[in-house]
């Protein structure tokens, strides 16, 4: 994680503060699912006699059964082969993708043209649909890469745009990987459930609602110079969809600037388009683009918490990375400069075996890669990237003594890397290759490595596969600092090429990530863009988000703990994985920060002690965290006066968690928490983790009485249950 110091000089250098206001207030029509005060809420209970259930859920989610197994029905697969085989796969129907050449919409073309279907399997679960249409007159092939999966109702695809001829194309424009129109029966309106995107707030990845009445239209996009995927109020790339008896939950894979928008109708139709914000551009023969990946979770009912899990299940089968075919399990971390085994140690003296060994840029003069020559000076001098090289003077024997050490320990070591972003202008890829840098902007915080140039995309896999094997790097995390790449990539583009350059350097970053992890078999990859704001699906296919945001640094930002409450709170709906680490040492502040990777500040004599607490803790619920069914308990709240709690349910091991928070301004000492998706006609052994004794409990009465949470203001349980006579089998 970047320190407090990398992170107010790089909001000072890229002037975020102000974007982010404009953005909020450009949003302030979308309805956000807040903590509301109501007849028969917390507020008004003050003894626990008088005290009865108030599991209000937040507002985007149904009620929920109280044991039902999230499984897929017959119903939900029929409904995604149903879909597939009119939108997809009949020949006289438009595809649920769009563009226009030549000024003629692709409605129109694609049925003039040769269209080729082929069909393999990629294994027992995914089916792989190839649909290729090709226009004679100008070599233009348009492929459709789609995969229906057999577990899951959920089916994705991909567009590519080859010129296969010997001269230019007409204009290729408003290409969208995903239009397409739904038509509910009578009943409720359309209803748009999503989160916000990260911005470093407090209100960071918050629930929204919005009901798509007539003729209403909503659109979502990064910020306007940004060009991370998912970045600001309204950039959040996935989106669950109600409509009466089921919904669709959508997904854009696109790590650069996409759209999309959401038009009703004045009848009962509702139009969902997206893409790549902007594109109208020509290709040369051989060139070849595409569009971002788009995936559709089908599902049936009225309960939204049942369809985030068949989500999150679906995302740990098939989008988790992987090594060595097992999904990335929970991590603890601690930060290290690269040459201190002895500091680690005392992690190990004290109990705490961490699993990474995390090495971040570095504060002012104490990076790891050579910046003191450059326009950023003092706690700045760390954007002063583009030599990507260990400072021999800081590092003599550079960090191979030290990675062996901790391989050694059966650690692995984490690396920062920003090659994307070249803040200086003398450093190596300034002086040696300045044909290869987009020109900075006065929002860019220097010039931007051209991943979409074969030339220095070639350097950059080999460079860093270099590094790689010589330093010994289990991790690489890559970050992206400044408001973003999109000035720069449209600065590049002519009047005819609009939207190429991002084309090209998107394609050229998925390649070089695949690269590397080709070469490198065991290599895992951390995805960082200020914090969390590139977390698309095509992404997470390929990395983790160590750190989901830079929001954790409480002496120069506010709400620091219950905005973290809130960004487990929103984002467990869509990451399993997500990691942070905390700089507090009070059980209310540490368990703030739970979650699948998990770490803390510097050990001290002072903090020795809660530090063990806090990693044991973390280490108890974090499987359940990653692995588990999700279900918040509360509504979402921001407010110092409310409750938040929530559960992670692994029926498959017969075990969980919950976790509960007062606030410190909350005037309500007791709450009942209705848990969900136990099972009833069996006992749990359940343990507060300030407890030294355990109870027990049976699913019946946890489900239907609930567990009674007692704090003080200002405070936080954490609760872990297992069945007393477990299932069998582990997920």
Same mark, same amino acid.
């Given at each position: 994680?970047?320190?407090?110091?990398?992170?107010?000089? *790089?909001?000072?250098?890229?002037?975020?503060?102000?974007?982010?206001?404009?953005?909020?207030?450009?949003?302030?029509?979308?309805?956000?699912?807040?903590?509301?005060?109501?007849?028969?809420?917390?507020?008004?209970?003050?003894?626990?006699?008088?005290?009865?259930?108030?599991?209000?859920?937040?507002?985007?989610?149904?009620?929920? $059964?109280?044991?039902?197994?999230?499984?897929?029905?017959?119903?939900?697969? %029929?409904?995604?082969?149903?879909?597939?085989?009119?939108?997809?796969?009949?020949?006289?129907?438009?595809?649920? #993708?769009?563009?226009?050449?030549?000024?003629?919409?692709?409605?129109?073309?694609?049925?003039?043209?040769?269209?080729?279907?082929?069909?393999?399997?990629?294994?027992?679960?995914?089916?792989?649909?190839?649909?290729?249409?090709?226009? !004679?007159?100008?070599?233009?092939?348009?492929?459709?890469? $789609?995969?229906?999966?057999?577990?899951?109702?959920?089916?994705?695809?991909?567009?590519?745009?080859?010129?296969?001829?010997?001269? &230019?194309?007409?204009?290729?424009?408003? @290409?969208?990987?995903?239009?397409?129109?739904?038509?509910?029966?009578?009943?409720?309106?359309?209803?748009?459930?999503?989160?916000?995107?990260? #911005?470093?707030?407090?209100?960071?990845?918050?629930?929204? +609602?919005?009901?798509?009445?007539?003729?209403?239209?909503?659109?979502?996009?990064?910020?306007?110079?940004? =060009?991370?995927?998912?970045?600001?109020?309204?950039?959040?790339?996935?989106? /669950?969809?109600?409509?009466?008896?089921?919904?669709?939950?959508?997904?854009?894979?696109?790590?650069?600037?996409?759209?999309?928008?959401?038009?009703?109708?004045?009848?009962?139709?509702?139009?969902?388009?997206?893409?790549?914000?902007?594109?109208?551009?020509?290709?040369?023969?051989?060139?070849?683009?595409?569009?971002?990946?788009?995936?559709?979770?089908?599902?049936?009912?009225?309960?939204?918490?049942?369809?985030?899990?068949?989500?999150?299940?679906?995302?740990?089968?098939?989008?988790?990375?992987?090594?060595?075919?097992?999904?990335?399990?929970?991590?603890?971390?601690?930060?290290?400069?690269?040459?201190?085994?002895?500091?680690?140690?005392?992690?190990?003296?004290?109990?705490?075996?961490?699993?990474?060994?995390?090495?971040?840029?570095?504060?002012?003069?104490?990076?790891?890669?050579?910046?003191?020559?450059?326009?950023?000076?003092? $706690?700045? $001098?760390?954007?002063?990237?583009?030599?990507?090289?260990?400072?021999?003077?800081?590092?003599? /024997?550079?960090?191979?003594?030290?990675?062996?050490?901790?391989?050694?320990?059966?650690?692995?070591?984490?690396?920062?890397?920003?090659?994307?972003?070249?803040?200086?202008?003398?450093?190596?890829?300034?002086?040696?290759?300045? &044909?290869?840098?987009?020109? !900075?902007?006065?929002?860019?915080?220097?010039?931007?490595?051209?991943?979409?140039?074969? =030339?220095?995309?070639?350097?950059? @896999?080999?460079?860093?596969?270099?590094?790689?094997?010589?330093?010994?790097?289990?991790?690489?995390? &890559?970050?992206?600092?400044?408001?973003?790449? *999109?000035?720069?990539?449209?600065?590049?583009?002519? %009047?005819?090429?609009?939207?190429?350059?991002?084309?090209?350097?998107?394609?050229?970053?998925?390649?070089?990530?695949?690269?590397?992890?080709?070469?490198?078999?065991?290599?895992?990859?951390?995805?960082?863009?200020?914090?969390?704001?590139?977390?698309?699906?095509?992404?997470?296919?390929?990395?983790?988000?160590?750190?989901?945001?830079?929001? +954790?640094?409480?002496?120069? +930002?506010?709400?620091?703990?219950?905005?973290?409450?809130?960004?487990?709170?929103?984002?467990?709906?869509?990451?399993? #994985?997500? =990691?942070? =680490?905390?700089?507090?040492?009070?059980?209310?502040?540490?368990?703030?920060?739970?979650?699948?990777?998990?770490?803390?500040?510097?050990?001290?004599?002072?903090?020795?002690?809660?530090?063990?607490? !806090?990693?044991?803790?973390?280490?108890?619920?974090?499987?359940?965290?990653?692995?588990?069914?999700?279900?918040?308990?509360?509504?979402?709240?921001?407010?110092?006066?409310?409750?938040?709690?929530?559960?992670?349910?692994?029926? &498959?091991?017969?075990?969980?968690?919950?976790?509960?928070?007062?606030?410190?301004?909350?005037?309500?000492?007791?709450?009942?928490?209705?848990? *969900?998706?136990?099972?009833?006609?069996?006992?749990?052994?359940?343990?507060?983790?300030?407890? !030294?004794?355990?109870?027990?409990?049976?699913?019946?009465?946890?489900?239907?009485?609930?567990?009674?949470?007692?704090?003080?203001?200002?405070?936080?349980?954490?609760?872990?249950?297992?069945?007393?006579?477990? /299932?069998?089998?582990?997920?």
């Amino acid at each position: 994680m970047l320190s407090p110091e990398c992170v107010a000089s *790089l909001q000072k250098a890229a002037k975020l503060t102000g974007l982010e206001r404009e953005e909020n207030r450009n949003n302030s029509n979308m309805k956000v699912i807040r903590h509301q005060e109501t007849n028969g809420s917390v507020r008004g209970l003050k003894q626990l006699g008088t005290f009865r259930a108030v599991v209000m859920f937040l507002a985007v989610f149904a009620a929920v $059964a109280a044991h039902a197994a999230i499984t897929v029905t017959p119903a939900e697969m %029929a409904m995604k082969t149903d879909w597939v085989k009119k939108n997809l796969l009949k020949p006289a129907k438009a595809p649920p #993708f769009s563009f226009t050449f030549d000024g003629k919409s692709s409605a129109a073309l694609l049925r003039s043209w040769k269209r080729v279907d082929a069909r393999r399997i990629l294994d027992a679960n995914r089916t792989e649909r190839v649909l290729t249409w090709t226009d !004679a007159a100008s070599g233009l092939v348009v492929k459709c890469v $789609a995969v229906e999966y057999s577990d899951y109702p959920v089916v994705e695809w991909t567009v590519f745009f080859k010129n296969a001829g010997t001269k &230019e194309t007409p204009i290729l424009q408003d @290409i969208k990987g995903l239009n397409t129109s739904f038509h509910r029966a009578n009943g409720p309106e359309f209803v748009l459930n999503g989160n916000k995107g990260d #911005f470093c707030a407090a209100d960071s990845f918050q629930p929204y +609602q919005v009901t798509l009445g007539t003729n209403v239209v909503k659109k979502f996009a990064p910020p306007p110079i940004s =060009g991370k995927s998912s970045d600001g109020p309204a950039g959040w790339p996935y989106y /669950n969809l109600q409509m009466p008896g089921g919904g669709i939950i959508m997904a854009v894979g696109w790590p650069g600037q996409w759209a999309s928008s959401f038009t009703r109708d004045a009848a009962r139709g509702l139009r969902i388009k997206a893409g790549q914000e902007l594109t109208h551009l020509l290709l040369r023969p051989g060139e070849e683009v595409r569009t971002p990946l788009i995936a559709l979770l089908f599902w049936r009912g009225h309960d939204t918490v049942r369809a985030q899990n068949l989500w999150r299940r679906w995302y740990i089968a098939h989008t988790l990375p992987r090594v060595d075919a097992q999904p990335q399990g929970p991590l603890k971390q601690i930060q290290v400069n690269g040459d201190d085994p002895d500091y680690v140690k005392t992690f190990l003296e004290a109990g705490i075996i961490p699993d990474i060994c995390w090495r971040d840029a570095g504060a002012g003069g104490t990076t790891w890669y050579p910046s003191s020559e450059g326009p950023y000076k003092g $706690a700045d $001098a760390w954007l002063n990237t583009g030599t990507w090289e260990v400072d021999a003077t800081k590092f003599p /024997n550079g960090f191979k003594p030290f990675s062996d050490w901790v391989h050694a320990r059966q650690m692995k070591f984490v690396l920062w890397f920003e090659p994307e972003r070249v803040g200086s202008p003398v450093s190596w890829l300034g002086r040696n290759h300045p &044909e290869w840098l987009l020109p !900075a902007t006065d929002t860019t915080v220097g010039a931007i490595l051209n991943e979409g140039n074969p =030339g220095a995309l070639r350097w950059l @896999i080999n460079h860093v596969d270099g590094m790689i094997k010589s330093q010994g790097i289990d991790w690489y995390r &890559e970050d992206m600092n400044g408001n973003g790449p *999109l000035p720069a990539w449209r600065n590049n583009d002519t %009047a005819d090429r609009q939207g190429i350059t991002e084309n090209f350097y998107v394609q050229g970053h998925l390649a070089f990530w695949d690269e590397l992890k080709r070469r490198n078999p065991g290599l895992r990859i951390d995805s960082c863009a200020s914090g969390g704001r590139r977390n698309d699906l095509e992404t997470m296919r390929r990395a983790v988000p160590l750190l989901r945001s830079d929001f +954790q640094f409480p002496d120069t +930002q506010k709400g620091v703990m219950e905005g973290n409450q809130g960004h487990t709170y929103g984002l467990s709906a869509w990451l399993p #994985f997500q =990691g942070s =680490g905390v700089y507090r040492y009070d059980p209310y502040s540490f368990r703030s920060f739970y979650m699948a990777s998990f770490g803390m500040g510097g050990l001290t004599p002072e903090n020795k002690a809660a530090q063990k607490q !806090a990693y044991a803790e973390c280490s108890k619920i974090a499987p359940s965290m990653l692995f588990g069914d999700y279900y918040p308990l509360t509504p979402y709240s921001l407010a110092d006066d409310a409750w938040i709690a929530w559960q992670f349910d692994r029926p &498959e091991t017969g075990e969980g968690c919950v976790q509960a928070f007062r606030r410190a301004n909350s005037p309500t000492p007791f709450l009942k928490l209705k848990l *969900l998706g136990l099972n009833p006609a069996k006992t749990y052994e359940v343990k507060d983790f300030d407890q !030294a004794q355990k109870s027990s409990f049976t699913g019946k009465v946890l489900m239907q009485t609930g567990l009674t949470v007692k704090l003080e203001a200002h405070a936080a349980a954490v609760f872990h249950y297992k069945l007393i006579e477990p /299932n069998a089998g582990k997920r």
